[in-house]
């Protein structure tokens, strides 16, 4: 049995914590600061609650960090202050250059990682990539789980590197739908666009509708998301005003964090300054 601490876990972060738990594993989380749907999620996969993040540290070998990516650094800086020595595994969705930041600071303990697919409650839809010298230690922790694991190799960055381009394709193309949508509406022509959807593009017209309800709670997520993904593109010398533009639709629907479900029409009142 391995005893992991989970920073922090929200709706992924605990169905990570499940998967382990479900592989005979000890799970902790850290209440200080956190909120209380953090809690009922952690009481309710039956992780083990620690009042202080020294205090978790002292007791477990991995610390899994899954947490919005703006916050993936200073998380790091807090577990390194305090001297941890265990396995850090930091599957946020962060860029490479992030990624890379990160692992200086915690050392030869560093293991990257991304996730992809919905969180981890059923076969078949989430993956767990991996990747560092210490990669195929975690990949043992999720295997037969929920959570596929994947070693992708010793690369320190290979999986934040796939997370950019996996998620570049599916949030980025999301958010342009939607701001395609925003400017239909603007210029009162939708019907007209969906109409020739149906005709000439007939999954676009089936997409866009789910969108609004698929994306409205974690668009505040996306955005930071969306910025390093843009910074990945900038790095590799390629355009990235797309992403950086997606940030910005994501941004003006942050209002809808934690909200229920949203229908896409929704969704294009806010875009445009109307709701």
Not at 27 to 55: H, I
Not at 118 to 147: Q, W
Request: hydrophobic fraction near 40%.
């Amino acid at each position: 049995m391995t005893s992991i601490l989970i920073l922090h876990p929200g709706e992924m972060g605990s169905s990570l914590g499940a998967c382990l738990r479900a592989n005979q594993h000890h799970v902790g989380w850290v209440s200080r600061d956190r909120s209380d749907s953090t809690r009922v999620r952690a009481e309710a996969d039956g992780f083990s609650e620690y009042a202080s993040l020294d205090l978790g540290l002292r007791e477990v070998d991995v610390v899994v960090s899954i947490c919005p990516p703006e916050y993936a650094e200073a998380t790091a800086e807090s577990v390194v202050a305090l001297n941890f020595e265990g396995i850090y595994v930091d599957a946020n969705a962060t860029s490479p250059m992030t990624a890379a930041r990160i692992a200086a600071q915690v050392g030869a303990n560093y293991v990257d990682g991304s996730v992809i697919g919905p969180p981890a409650r059923r076969a078949n839809a989430t993956r767990l990539y991996l990747s560092g010298e210490k990669a195929a230690f975690i990949k043992s922790l999720f295997v037969d789980t929920f959570a596929e694991p994947t070693d992708l190799g010793p690369a320190t960055t290979a999986a934040s590197a796939l997370k950019m381009c996996y998620a570049a394709y599916t949030k980025g193309t999301s958010a342009l739908l939607l701001n395609i949508r925003a400017l239909a509406e603007a210029n009162d022509i939708t019907d007209a666009l969906l109409d020739e959807w149906s005709i000439s593009q007939s999954e676009l017209k089936t997409r866009t509708e789910k969108i609004g309800p698929s994306v409205s709670r974690k668009a505040w997520r996306f955005a930071a998301e969306m910025r390093e993904i843009a910074s990945t593109f900038d790095a590799n010398g390629l355009p990235c005003g797309f992403h950086q533009g997606a940030a910005d639709v994501y941004e003006r629907l942050s209002e809808f964090k934690d909200q229920p479900p949203t229908p896409t029409t929704k969704l294009m009142a806010t875009l445009l300054g109307k709701s």
